[in-house]
């Protein structure tokens, strides 16, 4: 018989499942494309007004990098 995991490997593994699935979500939410509904004519914002896409994206990764470090936290401390 072999010796049971012990509990701080079974520990890492799951923050490492956890954060790996995490990931893999954050990346798949940025490859999707969004879902587009029909615009009215005369309702679309002026690309002037808007923050550019790469702006968009770095704010989505900073909070998604804040929630992965928040859960590895709350992971670290139970």
Do not use: W
Not at 16 to 22: D, E, K, S
């Amino acid at each position: 018989r072999e010796a049971p995991i012990p509990k701080m490997l079974a520990a890492c593994l799951l923050k490492r499942v956890v954060l790996t699935v995490l990931l893999v979500f954050v990346v798949a939410l940025l490859l999707a494309e969004p879902v587009r509904s029909d615009q009215e004519a005369g309702t679309a914002i002026p690309a002037e007004s808007r923050p550019c896409v790469d702006c968009h994206a770095f704010e989505f990764m900073q909070r998604a990098l804040q929630d992965l470090k928040k859960t590895a936290y709350n992971l670290d401390t139970r």
